[in-house]
C-alpha cells in the first residue's frame, strides 16, 4: 500500500448539519441523477437544501456516483469504506439493492451489475 501524499487525505466524510443526514444527501443526488439534472445544478441543490460548502456539494455529488460506478462492477471487493467514504458506501448499497439506480444514472453499466447482499464477505 502506498502512503498518502503530505497534505491529502483518504478521509471523504463532509461536514453535515445535525438536522440532516447523509442518506438524504445520497437520495437527493441518485434523484437528481434520475432526472439526468446537470452535476452543477444538482450541487447547487445540495448547498441550498443541506447548507453545504460548494466544495463539500461537489465532493458529496462525486462520492455519491463512485459508490454508484463502484456497485455496476458486481464485485463485493469495490465496496467503499464506511468510516472513510460513507456517501460512497451508502450509495453502492442503495445501488446494489435497487439495480435501477445503475441504469438509470450509468446505463452503459446496467447488465453489469450483481446484486450483492450483507452477508457478502467484505475483504479486510
Given at each position: ?47 441550498e ?31 467503499p ?44
Open positions: 500500500m502506498t502512503s498518502i501524499p503530505s497534505g491529502w487525505t483518504d478521509d471523504m466524510n463532509i461536514a453535515m448539519p445535525s438536522h440532516h443526514t447523509l442518506g438524504a444527501v445520497v437520495e437527493l443526488v441518485i434523484s437528481f441523477g434520475r432526472a439526468h439534472t446537470p452535476a452543477a445544478a444538482t450541487q447547487r441543490a445540495l448547498v437544501t443541506f447548507g453545504l460548502t460548494d466544495d463539500d456539494a461537489a465532493l458529496a455529488w462525486d462520492r455519491v456516483h463512485g459508490g454508484i460506478v463502484r456497485a455496476a462492477t458486481g464485485n463485493v471487493a469495490n465496496r469504506d464506511k468510516s472513510k467514504d460513507p456517501l460512497a458506501w451508502t450509495s453502492f448499497q442503495l445501488a446494489t439493492g435497487d439495480p435501477s439506480i445503475i441504469a438509470a444514472l450509468y446505463p452503459q453499466y446496467a447488465n453489469r451489475a450483481g446484486a450483492l447482499s450483507d452477508a457478502d464477505p467484505v475483504p479486510r
